[in-house]
Nanobody
Framework: QVQLVESGGGLVQPGGSLRLSCAVS????????MGWFRQVPGKQRELVAH???????NYADSAKGRFTISRDNAKNTVYLQMNSLKPEDTAVYYC????????????????WGQGTQVTVSS
């Protein structure tokens, strides 16, 4: 059974930082790509960043230069460091275990965490 548990969300002022964590149970964590998504009410869940099994990273334009995704295979954990946060970053953030397709695009897998709320407000 695979479980993903996010943590690290909270309320932060604009310009502040948060570090999200996603702990993944189950075997073979290191061979999977991992993605961070976010969702606001009434909108589709959007991919913010992903990291391949080899550690290559990719970011949505809205995250470039401000967010950093990383992974620690020894701890079965993926992180999202978010700096210079803006009110429009407010969302529920989810991690996902996925794969990389032939076109190098991230493909969502079936396993999701419960989400962690990030609120950026003064």
């Amino acid at each position: 059974q695979v479980q993903l548990v996010e943590s690290g969300g909270g309320l932060v002022q604009p310009g502040g930082s948060l570090r999200l964590s996603c702990a993944v149970s189950g075997r073979f964590f290191s061979i999977y790509a991992m993605g961070w998504f976010r969702q606001v009410p009434g909108k589709q869940r959007e991919l913010v960043a992903h990291i391949t099994s080899r550690g290559s990273t990719n970011y949505a334009d809205s995250a470039k230069g401000r967010f950093t995704i990383s992974r620690d295979n020894a701890k079965n954990t993926v992180y999202l460091q978010m700096n210079s946060l803006k009110p429009e970053d407010t969302a529920v953030y989810y991690c996902n275990r996925g794969t990389i397709g032939g076109n190098s695009a991230y493909t969502m897998g079936d396993y999701w965490g419960q989400g962690t709320q990030v609120t950026v407000s003064s």
